[in-house]
């Protein structure tokens, strides 16, 4: 029944990403956008770029991700599909973890992809690459999984968006420490496996904690 409910909601949600497509590529301009600002802005020096290119890139993926946030349950809210969510046969949390991962799948992992062209365009040195998309894969499902329990505390909320960003962004600054961490500590020759085995340790929570969280949060906003 698990796997059903499953398959029916990613069915679902890529048909609505497919009639949607020119809202489903914003957030991957948004971060495409940052990183040639950037590029531009530090006048499109090795030199310059070089340094910075891992923060960078960790920063135009985290902050991809959060401009799709607001809209996470909303659309499920307003057309009454949380009603059913709520009445389904399986657990709210399980419904909700099948949406997390969705967006993680149309947000994050499409950039996670594009990270070796955009670091070409930082010059971010190749020897870093390894472990900067370790970190990604690792901090990435945290972000949603916490942007999951901040959207479904405000999913009762209208014009939610800045709300949802004040919530979201102390909630994500020791992902970006650790993860843009990692890399810099591996440019200068120290060990960033700690950086990495904290991620994984955070991952691991944010997947048992987090989609409860967010259910509990749903129940309490329809309520």
């Known amino acids: 029944m698990m796997l059903q409910a499953a398959r029916a909601l990613v069915s679902r949600d890529l048909q609505l990403l497919w009639t949607r497509r020119g809202d489903a590529l914003q957030p991957a301009l948004f971060a495409l956008l940052t990183v040639v600002l950037f590029a531009l802005g530090l006048g499109g020096e090795a030199k310059s770029l070089a340094p910075v290119a891992s923060a960078v890139l960790w920063l135009a993926v985290l902050l ?3 401009l799709a946030l607001d809209n996470l349950f909303r659309g499920d809210a307003e057309d009454g599909s949380l009603e059913q969510w709520m009445l389904a046969p399986v657990p709210l949390w399980w419904l909700v973890l099948v949406r997390t991962l969705m967006h993680w799948l149309t947000t994050a992992l499409p950039l996670i992809v594009a990270v070796p062209l955009l670091g070409e365009l930082l010059h971010l040195p190749r020897a870093q690459l390894p472990v900067l998309m370790a970190s990604l894969l690792l901090g990435t499902p945290i972000l949603s999984l916490l942007g999951a329990v901040v959207a479904a505390l405000t999913v009762g909320m209208r014009r939610a968006g800045i709300l949802v960003a004040l919530l979201a962004l102390p909630l994500y600054v020791p992902v970006l420490v650790f993860g843009a961490g990692a890399v810099a500590a591996d440019a200068q020759g120290l060990d960033a496996v700690g950086a990495l085995l904290l991620l994984g340790a955070g991952l691991a929570l944010s997947l048992a904690l ?9 129940r309490i906003a329809h309520s």
Do not use: H, K, N
């Open 64 to 66: 991809a991700g959060l």
């Open 210 to 218: 987090a989609p409860i969280t967010a259910a509990a949060a749903l």
